[in-house]
Each structure stands twice: as structure tokens, then as C-alpha cells.
């Protein structure tokens, strides 16, 4: 009877001890298996469920304006006040719906190359009115003329040509006017070839972005589908802000730092989109990146919306403008184990900068340059809530049930050996008595 008692309790001390080896072995190589399986169709790669989900994204992605209206035109032009302006939005486009193309992998370097079309669908649901809706802002030939032509004699020329086209400094366009592009009268009048038609982001329909080189996530999971080049050039970066709940996932969210946009002085990395030393003070301004020399000397500032970040001097001849970090800032929210990007924000503010030019009568009532702010976009996507929950039941799911598996059989076992092996010593000692 006591050897049977004694048996018992050895076999499940030893069953316990199976039990939390087992709950043991299963953590790293459960995981190791479980990342194995991940990684298997996460990568871009023909064949993969993320190489086809990423070709043609199927979460809607959203981009949304604001149109900074300038409210106090004449007393800018004529007595050089401050600029005095009003966000009036979003007017809503759905955009990248088309597939990427020419898409090229590159075994060695684990990238992979694309073009993304370009494509714009208003969504009059998502916006507080129509395209047609008309506001005034900045003219931008007429502001862009003295950057293009410093020259005082060519500056006579196109004078003239402003004061035939009845043009001055600002003027009423629609929403679909300024962003997608109109005839603009004064540059029609120039008598050689040139592009009349003038947009904020004229050309786009039926042309592409890129090329954009990402990584396939081969040798780094968390590297998936990360924007390595943008047409040559390095990507600006992002770190880690947060650890968030999406939809009942775990994300990482990570945010564009202000180092991004530092001046010159700040970040050296910066020293090419200081082109004006009189405007930016000589590279010490910070929040402002100058990007004219890939517009072709159009005085083209980028910037965060309602110029987060930025010198404070650079707002002092600008009122209505009202930073906020939560609605401003540019954040993408990463699942940490696939890599997958499930929700983001990429906010950005267009700025032209307008100064003083004697010879064009439109402007000579200027006794300072001015950053004028002509809008702000969001671009903007979320898993969807039925992908939410496929996400969570295929991956997030799995990995959650292995974890609690895991940890039940360690728990159980060590509470199984330690129980069976104290009441099999008490046993011995009531024998030994």
C-alpha cells in the first residue's frame, strides 16, 4: 500500500516535471515556428498573401485637404500686414487604389522597386462641400515670377504681362483649381513655350510616383514593405513613439521625430534644402524643408501642418495658424510581429515663400518676404474592421493561444511537481516516525 502511494506520487512529480519541460521547450520553439510560418508570407515576394495585399492595397487610403483662405488680401498687397488665413476642410480623395507597377526585386540588397499610378477619386461623403467650392489664396505664378526671374529687365517684361492678365498677388480658384491645376491668364501671355497650367499638384492623374524602393523583409521581419529610397534618395526616418491598441492588436506606433525638419545647424543632413540664406536666416530657421531645386526654382516650402515644429519665427507674419501635435503630427502604427503597417497619417503643409520685387507692381507693396501657407493633407489608412478580426484570428490569435498553451503547461507542471514531491517527502517522514 505505501509502495503504491509512493509510485503515485513519484509518477506524478514526474508527469509535472514533463509537463513544465515540455511548457518549457514549446516557448522558443513554438516561437521559432510560429516566426518561421510568419515569415513565410510576409515577405514581399511572388507568391506570398503579402505580396499580393501589397501590389494593390486593399485598405482604403484616403487623402485629405485643407485650403489655408487668405481672409485679408488687399492689406497683405498694399501695406504689408500680417497675413491673416483660415483652414477650410477636408475636401477628400481616395488615392493609391491602382496597382504598383514595374515592381523589381533585388535578391542581393532584399529591396524591392516600384512605381506607384497615381490617381485621385473625390469622395464627397468625406468632405464638408464640392471641388467647387472657391476660396482665395496666393497667386502662385505670379508669386513664383521674381524667384524665376531676378533678372529687373525680364521683371519689366512680365509685369506687363501681369497688368494685361488683370493677375495680382492673390486670387479665387476653386478647390479642384488649386490642387489639380487650371490655365492661369498671365502665364498664357508669355510669347514663348511654356506650361500655362499651374496646380499644387499638377501633373497627377495618369502619371506615377517613384521610384520607391522598399524592403522585402527577407532578412529582417521588421523591415517589410519600409521605404529604403524615394527616387535615389534615402527616406526620412521615423522612431518609436508608443506601444497602442488597434482594433484589439498590439502596435507599435512610430512617429516622424522633429529632428527631421531641424535646421542645417541642428541636423547637417538637412544642408540641401537651405537655398536662401536671406530667408531662412541664414540655415538657422528649423520646421521648414526648402525644396525649389526639385521644382524647378518654384519657392516651394514643405513643412508640418500649421507649421508644427518650426521657428517661431517663421509664423510671426501669419495669424490663424494653431499647431497641435495629435492632429499634425506624421505617425505609422506597426504590428511588431509581421511588420505590417496597420494604420498611418502622413501630414505635410505647402508653403510658398513670396518676396519683395520692385519691378512687379503685384508685389512691390511688399516690405518683407512671407511664408504664406496654401494648404495641408493627410494621408491617411486603417485596417478595416473585418481584416482587423482575419488579422487577429490568422496571426495575433495564434500566437496568443500558443503563448496561454505555453505558459498553462509550465504552470501546471511545476504546481504538479512541487505538490507530489512535498506530500511523497511527508510520506517518507511519517514512515521514518
Known amino acids: 500500500m505505501g509502495c503504491d502511494r509512493n509510485c503515485g506520487l513519484i509518477a506524478g512529480a514526474v508527469i509535472g ?27 514581399l515576394e511572388e507568391g ?28 497683405v498687397a498694399i501695406n504689408s500686414t500680417n497675413i491673416k488665413v483660415q483652414q477650410r476642410g477636408p475636401y477628400t480623395y481616395r488615392v493609391r487604389y491602382l496597382p504598383k507597377e514595374n515592381v523589381t526585386h533585388d535578391s542581393q540588397t532584399n ?13 464627397p461623403s468625406l468632405s464638408v ?16 515670377a521674381p ?39 498671365f502665364l ?17 492623374n495618369n502619371t506615377a510616383d517613384g521610384v520607391f524602393r522598399v524592403f522585402n523583409g527577407k532578412d529582417d521581419i521588421s523591415k517589410v514593405a519600409i521605404i529604403d529610397t524615394y527616387k535615389g534618395k534615402k527616406s526620412i526616418y521615423a522612431v518609436f513613439g508608443a506601444e497602442l491598441n488597434l482594433k484589439g492588436i498590439s502596435v507599435y506606433r512610430f512617429i516622424l521625430p522633429p529632428e527631421a525638419f531641424a535646421s542645417p545647424l541642428q541636423n547637417p543632413d538637412n ?5 536662401d540664406r536671406e530667408i531662412s536666416n541664414n540655415c538657422t530657421f528649423y520646421g521648414l524643408l526648402d525644396i525649389s531645386k526639385c521644382k524647378e526654382g518654384k519657392p516651394v516650402i514643405l513643412s508640418l501642418p500649421h507649421l508644427l515644429h518650426a521657428s517661431p519665427e517663421v509664423a510671426e507674419t501669419i495669424e490663424g495658424i494653431n499647431p497641435n501635435v495629435e492632429e499634425h503630427s506624421t505617425f505609422l502604427d506597426v504590428e511588431p510581429i509581421t511588420g505590417f503597417t496597420l494604420q498611418f497619417a502622413k ?87
Request: charged fraction near 20%.
Open 17 to 43: 516535471a514533463v509537463l513544465a519541460v515540455f511548457g518549457g521547450i514549446l516557448m522558443p520553439v513554438g516561437d521559432m515556428i510560429i516566426e518561421k510560418t510568419i515569415k513565410k508570407e510576409v515577405v
Open 48 to 75: 506570398t498573401i503579402a505580396f499580393k495585399n501589397w501590389v494593390k492595397t486593399g485598405t482604403e487610403v484616403y487623402r485629405q485637404f485643407w485650403i489655408f483662405e487668405v481672409l485679408n488680401p488687399q492689406e
Open 111 to 123: 529591396t524591392v522597386s516600384f512605381v506607384q499610378p497615381n490617381g485621385a477619386i473625390f469622395e
Open 129 to 144: 462641400g464640392s471641388e467647387n467650392d472657391t476660396f482665395t489664396i496666393l497667386n502662385l505664378a505670379v508669386a513664383a
Open 147 to 185: 524667384h524665376l526671374y531676378p533678372n529687373a529687365f525680364v521683371q519689366v517684361l512680365l509685369n506687363s504681362l501681369i497688368k494685361k492678365s488683370k493677375s495680382s498677388m492673390f486670387q479665387r480658384r476653386t478647390v479642384k483649381e488649386i490642387l489639380w491645376g487650371y490655365k492661369d491668364p
Open 188 to 204: 498664357s501671355l508669355v510669347p514663348y513655350p511654356i506650361s500655362t497650367t499651374v496646380g499644387v499638384f499638377f501633373p497627377y
Open 271 to 275: 544642408h540641401c534644402f537651405c537655398t
Open 347 to 433: 501630414r505635410l503643409q505647402v508653403n510658398l515663400m513670396v518676396k519683395p520685387a520692385k519691378k512687379i507692381e503685384a508685389l512691390k507693396g511688399l516690405k518683407r518676404p512671407y511664408l504664406v501657407p496654401i494648404l495641408w493633407l493627410n494621408e491617411t489608412g486603417t485596417i478595416g474592421d473585418e481584416k482587423a478580426e482575419m488579422f487577429k484570428n490568422q496571426v495575433t490569435g495564434k500566437i496568443n493561444l500558443l503563448g496561454l498553451v505555453e505558459i498553462v503547461l509550465l504552470s501546471v507542471g511545476v504546481v504538479m511537481f512541487v505538490a507530489f514531491m512535498i506530500s511523497y517527502c511527508a510520506c517518507r517522514s511519517k514512515r521514518a516516525k
